[in-house]
């Protein structure tokens, strides 16, 4: 009984969210005022996450567009014999036949504006709007992981474009966070870190304090609360271990310091997921820095590289399978017969890991030891010596090959990468043991990446990247797989 009457209030309350929903869209704009709106934001976030996607479907679906009407705009249109045709008398343009085309194509470009776009931008006009519209987006987003809906997904698409033009950089604003803060402000950087946890509040004002900086976009109408913020540490050098960055005390003076080491960078907002305010972010920094600080002349990060163990596994997995399936793992000469079949390891590689894996893993192959070695999360391997020195040279080499190889629709396949690639930068160097945290080696098998920012070549890589794919990067990573780019340079001048 209890749970019938549940049942019932919830059916309720979703049925006057709903009302309220169409009220929102359906009022003449000016009798939209704040307490209409108010009513839509407290309602929907009273609902469950099941009865949110009740609505967000009903929203996608029954306030979209018109497609009656646009085809018959279209075929209104068509039907038109265009200016300047040998249909008008002596080829001078009719200002009324003019009129008439004019009319339809605003007509088609009104029909084109799903229905929900008057939601979208009520709500932004309400002074808690574009935070509640950043939580319809994640959830949206989050309905979208359990299946792909055609409608939801253009629901997506449109609220995305809005955000991202109601979130251009002219509308945001650049503050360097500090000490002085408020505590609401800190307690937020600490909740919102998401490359390296901050352990403490010493922690937490050592990366705050002489030697570092912290710089976050914020937005008018979400005060308090960065969109975005990016952490900065003011070296020597290029930094090689995320330790040196988390653990230098004392830091060096700043006025000796020649590089800006970008080495977190951390969204607060789900419901931003794909807009690149990261880009913006980035950009501005650099310039503050070389303004505040000339001596600075060298930007670049020490970056995690999130997705290469779960691709070198899967690769080992598969690989170490198919060999056993062909039962060819002793005979090197057959495996050049097999079109799928790639043995990842150059045989020096091989040798050194069959010779070096002892009780910890077994295996009839190299690629079988290694994947054995790499697959449980006690990481035991890197408490030899001996299978740090078998397994450093070919986890370096398959890291380079990943980075600057492995591709999804000709680009990166590593997130961050691809971030930082597609906002100009390039791949510096690549660090070994640079990251010994537990998540350090569940990613990345503890490496780490440098990319550089040069500013002069900062739009130039970007575009290269975006129109061909092209990933610049130094000698030094190159050469871990030199001989394969090679072989591709001479098979495409054949």
């Given at each position: 009984m209890e749970h019938g009457k549940e049942t019932l209030n919830h059916q309720r309350s979703f049925e006057v969210v709903r009302e309220s929903l169409h009220s929102v869209i359906s009022m003449n704009k000016t009798e939209v005022g704040d307490s209409v709106l108010n009513e839509f934001l407290e309602g929907y976030c009273s609902l469950s996450f099941e009865n949110r996607r009740k609505l967000l479907l009903t929203l996608?679906?029954?306030?979209?567009?018109?497609?009656?009407?646009?085809?018959?705009?279209?075929?209104?249109?068509?039907?038109?014999?265009?200016?300047?045709?040998?249909?008008?008398?002596?080829?001078?343009?009719?200002?009324?036949?003019?009129?008439?085309?004019?009319?339809?194509?605003?007509?088609?470009?009104?029909?084109?504006?799903?229905?929900?776009?008057?939601?979208?931008?009520?709500?932004?006009?309400?002074?808690?709007?574009?935070?509640?519209?950043?939580?319809?987006?994640?959830?949206?987003?989050?309905?979208?992981?359990?299946?792909?809906?055609?409608?939801?997904?253009?629901?997506?698409?449109?609220?995305?474009?809005?955000?991202?033009?109601?979130?251009?950089?002219?509308?945001?604003?650049?503050?360097?966070?500090?000490?002085?803060?408020?505590?609401?402000?800190?307690?937020?950087?600490?909740?919102?870190?998401?490359?390296?946890p901050i352990s403490?509040?010493?922690?937490?004002?050592?990366?705050?304090?002489?030697?570092?900086?912290?710089?976050?976009?914020?937005?008018?109408?979400?005060?308090?609360?960065?969109?975005?913020?990016?952490?900065?540490?003011?070296?020597?050098?290029?930094?090689?271990?995320?330790?040196?960055?988390?653990?230098?005390?004392?830091?060096?003076?700043?006025?000796?310091?020649?590089?800006?080491?970008?080495?977190?960078?951390?969204?607060?907002?789900?419901?931003?997921?794909?807009?690149?305010?990261?880009?913006?972010?980035?950009?501005?920094?650099?310039?503050?820095?070389?303004?505040?600080?000339?001596?600075?002349?060298?930007?670049a990060t020490l970056s995690p590289i999130p997705g290469f163990m779960q691709w070198l596994l899967s690769k080992l997995a598969s690989q170490s399978k198919l060999a056993k399936a062909e039962d060819i793992s002793r005979s090197p000469a057959d495996r050049s017969g097999l079109t799928f079949y790639e043995n990842i390891l150059e045989p020096e590689e091989e040798r050194a890991l069959i010779d070096s894996s002892g009780d910890l893993a077994s295996g009839k192959s190299g690629m079988e030891i290694m994947l054995n070695l790499l697959t449980p999360t006690t990481h035991e391997w890197t408490n030899s010596d001996k299978l740090l020195s078998a397994l450093k040279p070919p986890l370096m080499r398959l890291c380079a090959r990943y980075l600057l190889q492995e591709k999804k629709r000709g680009k990166a396949l590593d997130s961050v990468a691809n971030f930082h690639l597609q906002n100009g930068a390039m791949v510096q160097r690549i660090n070994w043991m640079a990251d010994q945290s537990e998540k350090g080696l569940n990613q990345s098998a503890g490496i780490m990446v440098n990319y550089v920012y040069r500013p002069e070549n900062i739009e130039e890589y970007a575009q290269l990247y975006f129109s061909k794919g092209h990933i610049h990067s130094s000698y030094d990573v190159k050469r871990y797989i030199q001989p394969v780019l090679e072989n591709e340079s001479k098979d495409s001048l054949l």
């Open positions: 996608a679906k029954e306030y979209d567009l018109n497609r009656a009407q646009v085809r018959e705009l279209i075929k209104q249109y068509l039907g038109l014999q265009p200016p300047g045709s040998e249909a008008q008398s002596g080829g001078v343009a009719d200002e009324g036949f003019l009129s008439t085309f004019y009319r339809i194509e605003r007509n088609l470009r009104h029909s084109l504006k799903p229905v929900y776009e008057t939601l979208f931008e009520r709500l932004n006009t309400h002074p808690e709007g574009l935070k509640f519209l950043t939580i319809i987006r994640a959830d949206i987003l989050s309905i979208l992981t359990e299946g792909n809906i055609a409608s939801l997904r253009a629901l997506d698409s449109y609220l995305k474009e809005k955000l991202t033009t109601w979130l251009s950089p002219a509308a945001l604003e650049l503050h360097q966070i500090t000490w002085d803060d408020p505590a609401s402000l800190l307690e937020k950087i600490v909740f919102y870190e998401a490359v390296h403490n509040l010493i922690d937490l004002k050592r990366r705050l304090g002489v030697g570092r900086r912290c710089f976050g976009y914020f937005h008018s109408a979400i005060p308090r609360e960065p969109l975005i913020f990016i952490e900065v540490a003011l070296l020597k050098n290029i930094a090689e271990t995320i330790q040196e960055v988390l653990w230098d005390n004392p830091p060096i003076a700043e006025s000796e310091a020649t590089c800006a080491l970008f080495y977190s960078i951390s969204s607060t907002q789900p419901g931003l997921a794909g807009i690149n305010l990261g880009k913006f972010l980035i950009k501005r920094v650099i310039t503050l820095v070389k303004i505040d600080m000339p001596h600075i002349s060298v930007f």
